[in-house]
């Protein structure tokens, strides 16, 4: 699988991990957020690359998701 499918499918699989928080069933209260993000971790590492390179804005994207990941990281620790 190429990297570019392989981000397409990670972007995918956040869009299904997030789907219940986004029609907001589910309580985003800090432990359901942290958990929320830890499942989607991995992807956004994998789908961010992708993201950069969209023309014009992917660069500022993936700057402002990657200082929320370190926002997230010291919220949520291991």
């Known amino acids: ?4 499918a392989q981000a397409m499918e990670a972007l995918a699989n956040i869009e299904r ?13 800090l432990p359901n957020l942290c958990q929320q993000y830890k499942k989607v971790k991995a992807l956004l590492e994998i789908a961010l ?6 023309p014009v804005y992917g660069q500022k994207i993936g ?3 990657r200082f929320l990941m ?5 919220a949520c620790p291991v």
């Open 1 to 4: 699988m190429s990297t570019d």
């Open 17 to 29: 991990e997030l789907a219940p928080a986004q029609r907001g069933q589910e309580k985003l209260d």
């Open 49 to 54: 690359p992708f993201i950069e390179r969209i």
């Open 63 to 65: 700057v402002a998701v």
């Open 70 to 74: 370190k926002m997230a990281d010291i």
